[in-house]
């Protein structure tokens, strides 16, 4: 299986020190704490690189690096770690409710669309009438490694110009017109801090999970 795109996110349980100034300001105002800051729209920072192919974000609840067509997982992993310590090195995370990474994962299928669409159906699906009728299918379904590791994942058939519109921001080249999609959300909400060794376990578990995962789907079709 190929990794097209890697969406990494730590949300956190309360504001950034940088945003909290806001609720501050409006309590040194109103003399009284704000009811809905989470509903306040603030500023935030985003950077996009297209020779890299990533954008950082940087906002009151999340920082997240989101890299596509890594040219392989240990520079991808190198981009996702640098980031979010060069972040924390000037910002203090505040207590991290959520470690989340999505990865994106496609291999070619050699026949036409609609053939793998009936082959999807004949192996996922019941034969009901209504099925027949679907020009296109997917599957989600979600996994739960214990009460702290929780994943989500998306697959089915899909064509480039559904993944290059949907999907992807940047230019993008050697993609199939058509392969199988796999997409895994890995989530931890058990990590409550910030550190290399924190990040870097929670990235290479997130990799395999992805791995494994895309890679029996690809054996299921063959593909």
């Known amino acids: 299986m190929n990794l097209i795109k890697v969406t990494c996110e730590l949300r956190y349980s309360e504001r950034m020190p940088l945003f909290k100034g806001y609720e501050l300001i409006y309590n040194d105002l109103q003399?009284?704490?704000?009811?809905?800051?989470?509903?306040w729209i603030m500023p935030g920072l985003r950077i996009e690189d297209k020779d890299k192919k990533a954008?950082?974000?940087?906002d009151p609840v999340r920082s997240a690096i989101d890299v596509e067509q890594p040219?392989?997982?240990e520079t991808c992993k190198k981009a996702v770690i640098g980031f979010f310590e060069v972040v924390h090195k000037r910002i203090d995370f505040p207590s991290i409710a959520r470690y989340g990474m999505r990865t994106t994962w496609i291999k070619e299928y050699h026949g036409s669309f609609q053939d793998f669409v009936d082959t999807f159906k004949q192996k996922f699906y019941a034969d009901v009438?209504?099925?027949k009728k679907a020009s296109d299918v997917g599957v989600m379904f979600n996994l739960s490694l214990s009460a702290d590791q929780k994943i989500s994942v998306t697959f089915g058939p899909m064509e480039y110009e559904q993944l290059k519109i949907q999907f992807l921001r940047f230019e993008s080249h050697s993609?199939?017109?058509?392969?199988?999609?796999?997409?895994?959300?890995?989530?931890?909400?058990?990590?409550k801090s910030f550190s290399h060794e924190h990040i870097t376990n929670?990235?290479?578990?997130?990799?395999?999970?992805?791995q494994n995962i895309s890679t029996e789907l690809g054996a299921t079709f063959g593909v």
């Not at 954008?55 to 940087?58: F, R, S, V």
């Not at 993609?175 to 990590?191: A, N, Q, R, S």
């Not at 929670?202 to 992805?210: R, V």
């Open 31 to 39: 003399s009284k704490t704000p009811e809905h800051p989470d509903q």
């Open 55 to 58: 954008i950082w974000l940087i």
């Open 71 to 73: 040219n392989d997982i």
């Open 129 to 131: 009438n209504l099925l």
């Open 175 to 191: 993609i199939p017109k058509i392969f199988l999609y796999t997409d895994v959300d890995f989530g931890d909400t058990l990590i």
């Open 202 to 210: 929670f990235f290479d578990k997130a990799i395999n999970e992805g």
